[in-house]
Structures are given as structure tokens and as C-alpha cells.
């Protein structure tokens, strides 16, 4: 089976510090993507990778940053974390074109 | 803009079929629909997917009508543990990697 992996289930963290959110999958995917859910918003995407080193705007990538440096590690990063950002971030990875997501189980990020 | 179109919520008795509609009037030919389910405190999982003909897995049926633009996700048998919000999503294949999930359906299974 497929494994996302997030580093962290919880976080809490202060106005203007950097976080970083890890994601691994183990299934060889070229495609990783990171979401975020808000209530009544659905998830929406940030940031997505096909590639390693490669990576593509998704609909709200501001103040986020991305880097994957290898194929099975795709993190995010908010340089200064506001209170906005709290939410449930999402990292998901997927096979080819029309693959099908596998999602990790969410890392519900607090910015206090 | 809206691709799909689901109701809110809706409840099933357990151990009956479940039948969640799904309107995509602007479906392009090229176009698939797929379905993914999210469980309370879990990453989305996807069930199913199809392009014109009607599909079946081990999770579910899903039915597309001839004209394309609606489809129904069929539990068959409901199990408490379906308790989900179900997405309807249409991906786009010269955009496909900006995958949009709305609200979804809140499917509730009571005993």
C-alpha cells in the first residue's frame, strides 16, 4: 500500500516563526501536492511538484514556499507564519497524469 | 467557477444503498469524474473514477449518465463506517494537477 507520511499531527506555533512541514511518500510518485482545508472552504491547493527541483503554483500559494529535493519529500514552508495560516494542511502523491491521490493524514497547524 | 454540483448532507440508513448525486453540466468530453471520501481527522481516499461508462470496485458503483453531465456514487451496502464527506470532482486534462475539491457531501449512516 501506498504511505504519506507527515511529520507532525499537531502544531502550534507563533506569529512570524518558520515551519516547516514535512511530507514522504513511499511509492515512487512523481507528482506531490500540499493542501490546505478550512471549514466550508473544501481543500485547496497551494503548492504541486512532478518532479524534483520542479514545482507549480496551485490556487492560494502565497505565503508559502515549497522545496523537493528529492523525489519522495515534498515540504512547505511559511517563511512567517500569521494567524491565517492556522488550518489542516494536507500532503498528498500520485502516479502519472490521471493517477489517483493518496493522501497523508493531515497536519492541523495552530498559529497563535 | 463551480464544476460539480452535490447536495450538502444527506443520511442513510445502514445496511441500505446509498446514492449520492452529482451534477457536472460542463463536463468536456475528455474529462473524468472521480470520487474521494474524507472520514473525520483523515486525509481524503479516493474510491472511483470513470470516463463515459459506468463503473464498479470493490468500494462502490458509479453511474454517469449517457449525456455526461451527472453522475451517482452508489454504496451498496451503507456501513456506520461511511460516515463521510464525499467529493465529486472533474479533472480537467490541460489543468489537471490543480485538482479542486469543494464542500462535498456529508453522507451520515445511522443504525
Known amino acids: 500500500d501506498v504511505k504519506v507520511t507527515q511529520s507532525s499531527r499537531y502544531l502550534v506555533k507563533r506569529t512570524g516563526e518558520k515551519v516547516f512541514l514535512e511530507c514522504v511518500q513511499d511509492?515512487?510518485?512523481?507528482?506531490m501536492f500540499w493542501y490546505r482545508q478550512d471549514p466550508g472552504l473544501g481543500l485547496r491547493l497551494i503548492y504541486f511538484?512532478?518532479?524534483?527541483?520542479?514545482?507549480e503554483k496551485g490556487d492560494i500559494p502565497e505565503g508559502y514556499s515549497v522545496s523537493r529535493e528529492k523525489k519522495e519529500r515534498f515540504s512547505l514552508i511559511l517563511e512567517s507564519a500569521s494567524t491565517n495560516q492556522t488550518s489542516m494542511y494536507l500532503c498528498?502523491?500520485?502516479?502519472?497524469?490521471?493517477?489517483?491521490?493518496?493522501f497523508g493524514e493531515g497536519s492541523r497547524l495552530t498559529v497563535l | 467557477d463551480a464544476k460539480t454540483t452535490q447536495p450538502t448532507s444527506m443520511d442513510c440508513a445502514e445496511g441500505r444503498a446509498a446514492n449520492l448525486p452529482c451534477n457536472h453540466s460542463?463536463?468536456?468530453?475528455?474529462?473524468?469524474v472521480y470520487w474521494y471520501r474524507q472520514i473525520h481527522s483523515q486525509g481524503p481516499q479516493y474510491i472511483i473514477h470513470?470516463?463515459?461508462n459506468n463503473e464498479t470496485n470493490e468500494m462502490a458503483s458509479l453511474i454517469i449518465t449517457e449525456d455526461r453531465k451527472s453522475s451517482t456514487l452508489i454504496l451498496p451496502h451503507a456501513t456506520l463506517r461511511d460516515t463521510a464527506v464525499y467529493y465529486c470532482?472533474?479533472?480537467?486534462?490541460?489543468?489537471?494537477?490543480?485538482?479542486?475539491f469543494g464542500a462535498g457531501t456529508t453522507v451520515t449512516v445511522r443504525a
Open positions: 470532482i472533474v479533472r480537467a486534462k490541460s489543468n489537471d494537477y490543480k485538482l479542486s
Open positions: 511538484s512532478y518532479d524534483v527541483k520542479m514545482k
Open positions: 511509492m515512487d510518485h512523481e507528482n
Open positions: 460542463t463536463i468536456s468530453g475528455n474529462e473524468y
Open positions: 470513470g470516463l463515459k
Open positions: 498528498a502523491s500520485s502516479l502519472g497524469f490521471l493517477g489517483e491521490l493518496f
